[in-house]
């Protein structure tokens, strides 16, 4: 069962993709901001040995995510594409969340997403800027119940 679900909300993106949506890239201030910004936001999970990154299939998910697997020694080619966290279905993450095994699920997805994630789980309301980070300790094992472990805001782009 899962012990820690770790959300993250993309960083800073393009308005506009070279072929839509899904191929918004972040900003060239975006990738600066989360490479200054994620090293001492991600350092509580560098002691963790179990942790697996959930990604969205959408470019500005994927360069946010290999940002934060860099801080902690984790191959991009390890990520588990997850198209819930794009088409943003609660019900389906949660159903895959459960049927996931041990250790800690670092998410990287969209808003309104993360957000209503967060607030399903913990009853937080806490706004989930470009880059932000939300650690949550699922009580039990029980993938919809949870307890805010830590918040820290992204970074301003």
Do not use: C
Not at 69 to 87: C, G, K, M, R
Not at 128 to 140: C, I, N, P, R, W
């Amino acid at each position: 069962m899962v012990e820690r679900l770790v959300l993250v909300r993309h960083g800073d993106a393009e308005f506009y993709g070279p072929d839509g949506d899904e191929s918004r890239r972040l900003t060239k201030r975006g990738k600066k901001a989360l490479k200054k910004a994620y090293p001492q936001m991600f350092a509580a999970l560098k002691q963790l040995d179990d942790v697996t990154f959930w990604v969205s299939p959408a470019e500005r998910a994927l360069a946010t995510a290999e940002i934060a697997a860099d801080v902690l020694d984790i191959d991009p080619e390890d990520f588990d594409i997850h198209n819930s966290l794009y088409e943003q279905d609660d019900d389906e993450f949660l159903a895959e969340l459960d049927a996931e095994g041990e250790g800690t699920v670092v998410v990287v997805g969209h808003i309104p997403f993360v957000h209503r994630i967060l607030w399903e789980l913990t009853g937080e309301d806490i706004p989930f800027t470009k880059g932000s980070v939300a650690s949550v300790a699922l009580e039990d094992g029980d993938v919809r119940h949870g307890r805010l472990e830590w918040f820290a805001e992204g970074p301003e782009a």
